[in-house]
């Protein structure tokens, strides 16, 4: 499974917690502009674009230093904090997003997991996230075995081919054999299906579009119902 979007949300959202530190910082932005800003700023400064700024030769490689500037690019960019408070206001924020206090599980995350697992399913967190995920991951879901795979720790973010020939070679199983269930249409059903991974879109917010060809879920329950039925 993805992680952000598709088993975990930010506790408060990410405009309340960017508005919020910014305001101690007498940054006075608003949630709804903070919002606009930073789904500009995730377009503007994803790995690929991020990285084809700084002439990488591989856009769609990563590391934790590489994460580490990506994500104070794009602080920077939300916030526009003075020189002077640039480097606070990162940490802090950095800091908050490495908290599990600061993160939830959807509501259908645990009857899910659970009911996979009975049925004698290999668990896993497919993600492109930093370190930061571990400790996240084991407060809320210490009780599954799961493999973590996270992007800066492999070298590269979905949707790059290497990631996912990398979990394979990780799990020793092959393509086929694996299903990834995730919200991001590209990451986590376009190109690991064009990489003979099978792959369940799930739509949480019942956006309406062509993915629904693909048998788009909006429940992780109604998922592995499907799952342990078949």
Partial sequence: MDAVGTILRPRPS???AYASVGRAYGIDLNEE???TRFREALTRYNVEAFQKGQAATDPLRTDESIELLRWQAIVNFVL????????AVFETLWNHFGEPDHWQLFPDVLPAMAKLAEAGFRLGIASNFDHRLRPIVQNYLSDFPLSLHISSEIGWVKPAEQYYRAVEMTLNVPSGEILLIG?????????PRQLGWQTIYLNRDGKPGDQEKW???ESLVTVADQLCSD
């Avoid at 526009?80 to 480097?87: F, G, R, T, V, Y």
């Avoid at 919200?183 to 190109?191: E, L, T």
């Fill in 14 to 16: 990410v405009a309340a």
């Fill in 33 to 35: 502009a903070v919002g």
């Fill in 80 to 87: 526009s904090p003075p020189p002077s408070a640039e480097a």
């Fill in 183 to 191: 919200d991001d249409w590209g990451n986590d059903v376009a190109a």
């Fill in 215 to 217: 048998g788009a879920h």
